[in-house]
């Protein structure tokens, strides 16, 4: 967290040349996967994740059924060849970490009440990691619950915001991440108007967070668009293979 | 575990009381339990203290040995948080690997002194790229009546601002240790407030039955300065911004209260 790299430059734009409230490049794609329920595909800068969903399904082990509702599980995983130096594939507890509060940001947004005693099961893998990854990792796997017809009051969709160089940005990548002064990830469901992930480390003045938290909900209506956009074009295609299909 | 029958209705109980500004233990929104910090109660740990809020008690002992600094920080020293959920502390805590719970409270305090560089680690370095300080923080929870998070965090800092280490001498590269002891360089005092939201209401500082109840919870690290160093939403409900910037005004607020009684004592 120190200012040696210089993370915005005489122009006012960043390390990779957006501008400070600028997203990077999204990509997503829904149903990658033909043995998951439900599953998604991002890439959100150099970030690559998968996510699939199981379930509803009976649960194993079985004492850990609930019995008004489903129970979410949600893994969170980071290939060991995602990043720079080989990570150990056994969980971290980072990885842990973020598996749980991951978990805690899709449980508002799904009709759980609707499966008593069964479990949903939700696996992210990062396939290659370049910063925000908790973020693209939830707004993906909301995408594979919806791709799974899980019932759901609204998607949610993730987004950091943070401080670098004395300048409030939007999307940090991994070295802004890194080398920045603070770092708000959000995770925010558009139609609600609620959050449902909020973590922050660094150091910001009330004011600086307000503001952070206030543009990491623009970006995450931003993705939200591209997000439904996925979700209509995976249906578009399963209503042109069925019409091949009558044809 | 209580039957969730049982539970359910309590549970309302709580909720009803909350939306009507009261509480089922007596206690107004804003206040927190009575709080109790005792320091340098285990003598083989270079620091420790005991941290009581309401019934919820935590020990931390802090630990220091010499060891090799990271890689990207070779003239810093390293500290480590971990938390243990002893099976003593609660009918809900197993023995075994530890819970994503226990992770998560290590992981919030760990936040907490990182980003508030509570501890100087650039004064921890004996050999550059070699031999530094390494911090061991251990929470030992010991009976568990909600907001751990808060009673963990008071009682690291205690227990750091306890904690003596002794001093080393650097000879031909190889470093020795004499029988003198300094105290850990302290350079800021973060101190965490945890809110629930219940009935979208917040309340400061909940225990057991109320973390039971809410929907989720907030966790805001104030340092010295008043600039947050660390948040940590948890709980399976959601916020509005509204509510959020709330929490944080109230957060500040109630860390500045608990940042003087701590200095006190």
């Known amino acids: 967290m120190s200012g040696k790299i210089r993370l915005i430059n005489g122009n006012g734009l960043r390390v990779d040349g957006r501008r400070p409230n600028e997203l990077r490049s999204i990509k997503m794609e829904v149903g990658v996967l033909s043995n998951a329920d439900g599953s998604a595909y991002i890439e959100q800068g150099k970030n690559k994740i998968l996510a699939a969903v199981y379930g509803p399904r009976e649960v194993h082990p079985r004492h850990l059924a609930l019995p008004d509702r489903a129970l979410l599980r949600c893994r969170y995983h980071m290939a060991p060849f995602s990043v720079e130096e080989r990570k150990s594939p056994a969980p971290s507890r980072r990885e842990i970490e973020l598996s749980k509060v991951i978990k805690e940001a899709l449980e508002p947004a799904i009709f759980l009440e609707k499966f008593p005693r069964t479990s949903i099961d939700i696996f992210i893998e990062v396939l290659q990691a370049d910063g925000g990854t908790r973020c693209a990792g939830t707004t993906v796997a909301a995408l594979a619950l919806a791709d799974a017809g899980i019932p759901m009051r609204d998607l949610v969709v993730a987004c950091a915001a943070g401080k670098v160089d004395g300048v409030l940005v939007l999307d940090l990548n991994d070295i802004e991440d890194k080398e920045g002064e603070a770092d708000v990830p959000v995770a925010y469901m558009p139609n609600l108007g609620l959050i449902s992930l909020l973590q922050m480390d660094g150091s910001l003045t009330i004011e600086e967070f307000n503001q952070s938290l206030n543009l990491a909900m623009e970006g995450c209506k931003q993705i939200y668009k591209f997000q439904k956009e996925a979700l209509r074009s995976r249906y578009v295609t399963i209503k042109e293979e069925v019409e091949e299909c009558l044809r | ?265």
């Open chain 2, 1 to 265: 575990m209580s039957s969730i029958m049982v539970s359910r209705i309590r549970q309302k109980q709580i909720a009803q009381m909350v939306a009507s500004g009261k509480r089922l233990d007596g206690r107004g929104l804003k206040d927190y339990r009575p709080i109790k910090v005792e320091t340098g109660i285990i003598e083989k740990a270079e620091g420790s203290s005991r941290a009581l809020l309401g019934k919820t008690e935590v020990v931390v002992g802090v630990k220091v040995e010499i060891g090799d600094p990271f890689l990207d920080r070779p003239d810093e020293g390293v500290f480590t948080v971990n938390s243990e959920f002893v099976p003593l502390a609660s009918p809900e805590f197993e023995a075994g690997p530890p819970s994503e719970e226990s992770i998560e409270l290590a992981r919030v305090v760990d936040r907490g002194i990182r980003e508030s560089k509570a501890i100087d680690l650039e004064k921890l370095c004996l050999i550059p790229g070699k031999k530094v300080y390494v911090i061991f923080i251990d929470i030992y929870v010991l009976n568990h009546d909600g907001n751990l998070i808060d009673a963990s965090s008071l009682a690291s800092l205690a227990a750091l601002l306890n904690t003596k280490i002794p001093v080393y001498v650097v000879e031909e590269n190889e470093v020795k240790k004499t029988n003198d002891y300094i105290p850990l360089p302290i350079k800021n005092l973060p101190i965490s407030i945890t809110l629930a939201n219940i009935s979208d209401k917040l309340i400061v500082d909940p225990w057991l039955e109320e973390e039971e109840a809410m929907s989720a919870r907030l966790t805001i690290t104030f340092d010295k300065d008043n600039r947050i160093s660390a948040i940590q939403k948890g709980g399976t409900g959601a916020l509005t911004p509204q509510q959020i910037m709330e929490a944080a005004y109230m957060a500040k607020e109630k860390a500045e209260e608990l940042r003087k009684m701590l200095v006190k004592t």
